[in-house]
């Protein structure tokens, strides 16, 4: 089994020169640090990683991986930042086939929409309805997927956990 790890970027200031530009407010820094040691304490480490380009992802995934101890080098995907669910689901299954556990740090709504999208209705009903009350910054969402990610389909994966970190 494998698995896939869906988090949103942390925290972010309000204004840059663009939207892509925007870079994480220091909340932000402190959730991506708080996130990276929760998935440490809880063994959940990628070994694929694709990045949003926009700079609060790549600041989320440079927190994330500093404290969680995780040496991957991310691939930092332009067409994560404005995909919708077709598009990040499309990026996923190009993962290398041997990836035990891919994980995308992206943005919302796209984000929350992919983990209802994979869900195939066996979750925990606990962790479904935390899933379900919103998808805020900093949130991940850990899908065990049974199948490889070249065939990763709709309702294709189970909600295992869920977690907000906070710093």
């Not at 040691?37 to 990045?51: C, I, N």
């Not at 949003?52 to 927190?63: E, H, I, P, Q, V």
């Not at 035990?100 to 992206?106: C, H, I, L, Q, R």
Request: aromatic residues 8%.
């Amino acid at each position: 089994m494998t698995r896939l790890i869906v988090m949103r970027h942390s925290k972010a200031e309000q204004f840059a020169v663009s939207d892509h530009d925007r870079v994480l407010a220091a909340r932000g820094e402190r959730d991506a640090l708080a996130a990276g040691r929760w998935a440490l304490a809880e063994g959940y480490l990628p070994d694929h990683v694709v990045v949003s380009s926009a700079a609060r992802t790549r600041g989320t995934w440079d927190g994330f991986a500093a404290s969680s101890g995780v040496d991957v080098v991310p691939t930092f995907d332009r067409a994560l930042y404005s995909a919708g669910t077709d598009g990040a689901l499309e990026i996923i299954r190009t993962a290398p086939a041997d990836a035990e556990t891919v994980m995308v740090v992206g943005h919302n709504p796209t984000m929350a929409y992919l983990v209802h999208l994979l869900d195939d209705g066996t979750a925990d009903p606990a962790v479904f309805a935390r899933v379900s009350e919103g998808f805020p910054t900093s949130a991940i969402c850990v899908l065990d997927v049974p199948r490889g990610w070249a065939d990763l389909d709709i309702a294709g994966a189970r909600i295992d956990a869920f977690h907000v970190p906070r710093g």
